[in-house]
């Protein structure tokens, strides 16, 4: 598979928005669940959404749910993040990850374990 490539990642206010976008070019996007994670200075890299697009599921994680909304451009092969209401505790690096759709579903987030394939993340800042 080519790399997973994000961008979108900057510097914003509390309260701002972002959109991350995903490029997943060679990878089908109705047979991968695509995921995106976060990974604040010093802690542990957590899910904060996913899509798997061949049954329309998307999940959130409770600290961004309401806030952030994931959709997947499955004809260019792009999976977005868009960020709203963006607080200090949002800032790190987010990470998009892929894993075929053959693994299954829970009902929920994927666990960060069943992800086989990884971007190199984009920086997000948020910061008064």
């Known amino acids: 598979q080519v790399p997973l490539v994000e961008s979108g990642g900057g510097v914003v206010q509390p309260g701002g928005s972002l959109r991350l976008s995903c490029d997943a070019s060679g990878f089908a996007l109705d047979s991968y669940h695509i995921g995106w994670f976060h990974q604040a200075p010093g802690q542990e890299r957590e899910g904060v959404a996913s899509?798997?697009?061949?049954?329309?599921?998307?999940y959130y994680s409770d600290s961004v749910k309401g806030r952030f909304t994931i959709a997947s451009d499955d004809a260019y092969q792009v999976v977005y993040l868009q960020m709203n209401s963006l607080k200090p505790e949002d800032t790190g690096i987010y990470y998009c990850?892929?894993?075929?759709?053959?693994?299954?579903?829970?009902?929920?987030?994927?666990?960060?374990?069943?992800?086989?394939?990884w971007g190199q993340g984009t920086q997000v800042n948020v910061s008064s």
């Open positions: 899509i798997y697009s061949k049954d329309g599921s998307t």
């Open positions: 990850a892929a894993t075929p759709g053959a693994v299954g579903t829970v009902g929920r987030l994927l666990p960060k374990s069943w992800y086989h394939y």
